[in-house]
């Protein structure tokens, strides 16, 4: 790495495997800015999984928007949206989740986050709405 700081193979083996390095963020917002274009989905997750573990929420959610769309993925979009602040894309993103994998364990937690982060009347429209859609886990 010091020799070659901006080798993509290198960028992209230390975002996959080494995520939780305490001296990934540089090595994440270098990959980002040198091969965003090129990355796979794949990789965007776990540049987008770095981010969050290091409470990078803003950037996570960046890279959560470009990685494969999953129950997981789309959750932790939400999760990094809310986390960073951006209350009506959080409430947006809950809402994919319970829209597109409402048989999903993480659409129930996106339903609640979703209500918690709404206004009052519009929890009350949405669980009228959307809570017996969800599937009932853990009975």
Do not use: H
């Not at 939780?20 to 800015?33: F, G, M, Q, T, Y």
């Not at 829209?99 to 986050?113: C, D, F, K, T, V």
């Amino acid at each position: 790495m010091r020799k070659s700081p901006n080798r993509p193979d290198l960028l992209t083996n230390m975002a996959v495997n080494f995520r939780d390095s305490k001296e990934i963020l540089p090595i994440l917002d270098r990959l980002v800015k040198v091969q965003a274009g090129r990355l796979t989905p794949d990789q965007w997750w776990a540049i987008a999984e770095g981010y969050y573990d290091k409470a990078e929420y803003g950037k996570a959610s960046l890279a959560f928007a470009r990685a494969t769309s999953n129950p997981y993925t789309a959750y932790r979009l939400g999760r990094s949206l809310q986390r960073d602040r951006q209350k009506p894309q959080a409430i947006a993103a809950y809402g994919s989740v319970v829209q597109r994998y409402p048989n999903s364990p993480q659409a129930p937690r996106a339903m609640i986050r979703m209500m918690d982060l709404s206004r009052p009347e519009d929890a009350v429209k949405t669980c009228r709405s959307d809570c017996s859609q969800v599937p009932k886990y853990g009975r």
